[in-house]
């Protein structure tokens, strides 16, 4: 199956996010079209990622339009802890701890879950996708 990731990035106490490292989703809708990322490695240079709204859906049936910012890199997706309690997400340990983010930081993880991810003209993207819940991206 394919994998996505999606980032959290809050900007505020209101919003919620849900981010694949690979595909980056947002709640916050005030959330610019485009997203950027420096890389401390390399001086000067900046990745640009595109976005998109998706739908999630809890297992109970809470679901929410979010901005996902579209990474092909990702490995996993990653969920805020603010989206989580939004969609009353129950979670368990999961054995991962740590992730690594972008520029090689490296940030806890709140547990893990499963949500649907669809397009908003109800397509399924995935179904029962394995989210990691992080306090913010």
């Keep these: ?3 996505t990731t999606v980032t959290p990035s809050l900007s505020n106490s209101e919003s919620s996010d849900v981010s694949q490292i690979s595909h980056t989703v947002s709640a916050e809708t005030k959330n610019p079209v485009v997203g950027l990322s420096q890389n401390k490695e390399r001086k000067g240079s900046t990745m640009l990622l595109g976005t ?3 739908q999630i859906e809890a297992p109970n ?3 929410f339009v979010v901005r996902g ?3 092909s890199g990702s490995m996993i997706t990653c969920l805020s802890e603010n989206a989580a309690r939004l969609l009353s997400l129950n ?3 999961g054995g991962l701890k740590d992730v690594d983010g ?3 930081s490296r ?3 709140k547990g893990v879950s499963r949500v649907n991810i669809s ?3 109800g397509t399924k993207v995935a179904t029962n996708h394995h989210v990691v819940i992080l306090d913010r991206i």
């Design 1 to 3: 199956g394919r994998s």
């Design 69 to 71: 910012v579209i990474d």
């Design 61 to 63: 049936g809470n679901s």
């Design 119 to 121: 397009a908003l003209n």
């Design 52 to 54: 998109t709204l998706v």
């Design 107 to 109: 940030i806890k993880t």
């Design 102 to 104: 972008l520029s090689s």
């Design 91 to 93: 979670r368990w340990s």
